[in-house]
C-alpha cells in the first residue's frame, strides 16, 4: 500500500513570500490532516478536512494560512505572507474515517520541511 | 526574531539494554494514546497504542503502561537495538474525532 505522498521535500524561502505544500493521501482515506512540527517539538495539528469540508481549522493562523482540498482527495497548504517563525516540518497524514485510531490507518507522510530566512 | 525549538529530553542506552520512556499527558477526559517513533526526515510512524479503560498493553518488544491518576504513560523497550535510536512522541486523543495531541518528545540514543 502507498503510504502518504507529500512534496516539496524541503523549502526555502524570503519572509513575506509565498509557499504551497502538496499531499496526496492513502487512497481510500476520506479524512486528512495537516500538521506543523516545530524543531524540537511535537507535530500541532492546523487543519482536519472529511472529504472536502473542513472539520477543524481553529489552530490554523488564518490570516496567512490557508489549505484546501477541492475533491476531496489531494490537498494544499499556503503560507503567504511567510513569516521567520513558519519555518517548520509540515506533515499531512490521512486516515479512512475521523477517528484517531490505528485501526483506521492513521498514517503520517515525511514531511516538507520549511526554511525561512 | 527566528523561533528556536525547545530542548528535547534525552535517553542513552547501551544495546540489549531495556529502555523506558515517561510521557505526562495534559487531558484527563483523554480516552486514548499512541506511542510514536520519529526518525529524522521522516513521520511519525505508530508504534503501539492502549485505550483509557486498559492499564498495560503489549506489542513485539515494546509495552506501554498507564497511569490515568497521575495521568503518565511509559514506553518500554525491551532489548533496544541500534535501530531503535529516534525521537518518540506520546499523543493523546480526547475523543476530538480524529485530532491527536502530542508530547514533547524524547530523543533515545543506542550506543552499540
Known amino acids: 500500500e502507498a503510504g502518504v505522498a507529500q512534496s516539496p521535500r524541503y523549502k526555502i524561502i524570503e519572509k513575506r513570500q509565498s509557499v504551497a505544500f502538496w499531499c496526496n493521501p492513502i487512497?481510500?482515506?476520506?479524512?486528512l490532516y495537516w500538521y506543523q512540527q516545530i524543531l524540537g517539538q511535537g507535530p500541532k495539528l492546523l487543519i482536519q478536512?472529511?472529504?472536502?469540508?473542513?472539520?477543524?481549522d481553529s489552530q490554523l493562523p488564518k490570516d496567512r494560512f490557508s489549505a484546501e482540498r477541492l475533491k476531496g482527495v489531494d490537498s494544499t497548504l499556503k503560507i503567504q505572507p511567510a513569516k521567520l517563525e513558519d519555518s517548520a516540518v509540515y506533515l499531512c497524514?490521512?486516515?479512512?474515517?475521523?477517528?484517531?485510531?490505528?485501526?483506521?490507518?492513521?498514517?503520517f507522510g515525511s514531511g516538507t520541511r520549511l526554511t525561512v530566512v | 526574531g527566528e523561533s528556536v525549538g525547545l530542548h528535547l529530553p534525552t535517553l542513552s542506552v547501551q544495546e540489549g539494554d531495556n529502555s523506558i520512556i515517561n510521557c505526562a499527558y495534559s487531558?484527563?477526559?483523554?480516552?486514548?494514546f499512541i506511542w510514536y517513533k520519529q526518525e529524522s526526515g521522516k513521520g511519525p510512524q505508530f508504534i503501539i497504542d492502549?485505550?483509557?479503560?486498559?492499564d498495560k498493553r503489549q506489542g513485539q518488544r515494546v509495552t506501554v503502561l498507564l497511569n490515568k491518576t497521575v495521568k503518565h504513560l511509559s514506553l518500554q523497550i525491551a532489548a533496544t537495538q541500534p535501530g531503535d535510536s529516534a525521537v518518540y512522541f506520546c499523543?493523546?486523543?480526547?475523543?476530538?474525532?480524529?485530532?491527536?495531541?502530542f508530547g514533547q518528545g524524547t530523543e533515545l540514543s543506542v550506543k552499540p
Open positions: 497524514a490521512s486516515s479512512l474515517a475521523p477517528m484517531a485510531r490505528a485501526n483506521y490507518g492513521y498514517t
Open positions: 487512497s481510500g482515506h476520506a479524512t
Open positions: 478536512f472529511q472529504n472536502n469540508g473542513v472539520v477543524d
Open positions: 487531558n484527563s477526559a483523554s480516552d486514548y
Open positions: 492502549i485505550r483509557s479503560n486498559m
Open positions: 499523543a493523546e486523543n480526547n475523543n476530538q474525532g480524529g485530532k491527536l495531541i
